[in-house]
């Protein structure tokens, strides 16, 4: 009955709600702000070699929350949800998933430049900051910040790190020793001990792993992806023009909608690259650099790592093998045969590997963020290291229970928990979009003069309403 509930609010949301709503969001802040991911792309990938703007052993580069938000997004969604929507959709959903990634960039920056306006310092020298934050200090909402935290809290802590612990363990079912009764549990504790001892360590221990491994296996996986297009290049015509055909089809779009190209596209696409519901920002934040600009247009490029690149990647490996996408063969057991296809014995081997290392950095860049919403719950101070250590093996619990659960279950749960954040996140924006077109006016224009680390409140009249950005002599009152 819990399930079937759960499952009728995920329709309801996906169905026409969240669509409009991220669609509406994607193209407004794409066109209001002149094409922001397009034209400034190269800006944004030389804003990445910046160090930080102050040199303490605390100090988040952009590079660093970067990898931290792109832990998040780059996840067992890459391969199982991408795998899903083409099982469920068609290929055409691929198409949409491109598109939620175009648009969703400028959504991306725009939630992320606002995350650095109104981020705070915390008393070890570390910046905090996210929805809640721009919420209570621009809209004096603090009980809607309250809620978009719990939201996102039962979304990451729960719902997501239960749904990365079932994919993973579905990996392990080409394997003889797996019994669907013992193995997924056993599989869970290996996880949860190893992800609790990295959260333990605290938020640099995570910082320190997701930066080390997060580049490492997107390279691999991209180059593994590379080799398997080449070996079945000769499909490649008919896979785009496979995809755009469905992608346009009146009847796959709108027949049985809940399954169309276009709702599992939207869907997976938004699991996938998270951008407009709230959840990068948490990171962006806590990058400490000379302008609030600089760290929205790093955080456009990891909506395209996840997405055009990761996803397209996952795509590309399955639809050329030739291995005709079902829904009984949907997540895990489409990627592995696909790559058997192509790849023999090591495909599916591949797969297991590579979900291990998404799985475990998503779970580690989820509870990154987890420690950001709870400092904001305990009136903007970090909790105690005893509550900390309590809550970081309750999470561990969690990725150990999720590991046994039912998929679709799981999915559902994460839909409603993400798509109540992005509820309440992108009316938001909208209502404070003109901060974020003034700060990139104020960055475009410094740029010109070959000077962005000046930025002050003032220059986009919101003098004495920020913490990290006044004049001296506001500051000093």
Not at 410 to 423: P, R, T, Y
Request: charged share 15%.
């Amino acid at each position: 009955m819990i399930s079937n509930i759960i499952s009728a609010i995920s329709s309801a949301m996906y169905d026409w709600i969240l669509i409009i709503m991220l669609i509406a969001a994607g193209i407004y802040f794409t066109v209001a702000s002149k094409f922001p991911q397009f034209r400034l792309l190269g800006r944004a990938i030389k804003c990445l070699k910046e160090k930080p703007k102050n040199h303490n052993e605390n100090s988040v580069s952009g590079f660093q929350a970067l990898m931290v938000s792109t832990a998040s997004r780059v996840g067992t969604g890459n391969i199982i949800g991408v795998s899903v929507a083409i099982c469920v959709g068609g290929y055409g959903s691929v198409f949409w998933m491109w598109v939620i990634a175009l648009i969703g960039g400028a959504t991306a920056f725009a939630e992320s430049t606002l995350a650095q306006i109104y981020k705070v310092k915390g008393k070890d020298g570390k910046f905090i900051g996210g929805p809640a934050y721009y919420i209570e200090k621009a809209l004096n909402f603090k009980v809607l910040a309250i809620v978009f935290c719990i939201a996102m809290l039962l979304t990451y802590a729960f719902g997501f790190n239960m749904l990365a612990s079932y994919n993973l363990q579905t990996t392990f079912a080409i394997f003889p020793f797996y019994d669907p009764s013992i193995t997924p549990w056993i599989i869970g504790i290996i996880l949860a001990v190893v992800t609790g001892w990295c959260l333990l360590g605290g938020e640099s221990r995570i910082v320190k792993v997701t930066s080390g491994i997060v580049p490492i296996m997107g390279i691999a996986y991209v180059i593994i992806s590379v080799i398997v297009i080449v070996i079945n290049a000769g499909n490649m015509p008919m896979v785009f023009q496979t995809i755009f055909q469905q992608a346009f089809n009146f009847k796959a779009i709108f027949a049985g909608f809940g399954a169309s190209v276009l709702m599992q596209g939207i869907r997976r696409g938004l699991y996938s690259n998270e951008a407009g519901i709230g959840s990068a920002p948490n990171a962006a934040a806590s990058a400490d650099t000379s302008h609030p600009a600089k760290q929205g247009l790093i955080q456009m490029i990891s909506v395209f790592i996840d997405t055009l690149i990761l996803c397209t990647a996952t795509a590309m490996m399955c639809m050329s093998s030739g291995i005709v996408p079902v829904p009984e063969i949907k997540g895990a057991p489409y990627v592995q045969m696909a790559l058997g296809e192509s790849l023999g014995a090591f495909g599916p081997y591949f797969i297991v590997i590579s979900m291990s290392l998404f799985a475990f950095t998503t779970l580690l860049g989820n509870c990154f963020y987890c420690d950001n919403l709870l400092t904001y719950l305990n009136g903007k101070k970090e909790p105690s290291r005893k509550f900390m250590i309590f809550f970081r093996l309750i999470c561990a619990g969690v990725i150990f229970l999720g590991s046994g659960l039912e998929a679709g279950l799981l999915w559902d749960i994460s839909d409603v928990c993400m798509g109540l954040m992005a509820i309440i996140n992108i009316p938001v924006l909208f209502i404070l979009s003109r901060q974020v077109f003034r700060t990139l006016k104020d960055f475009e224009r410094k740029e010109r003069l070959g000077d962005t680390s000046d930025f002050k409140s003032k220059d986009i009249g919101l003098r004495g309403r920020t913490e990290c950005w006044e004049t001296a002599d506001v500051q000093s009152s």
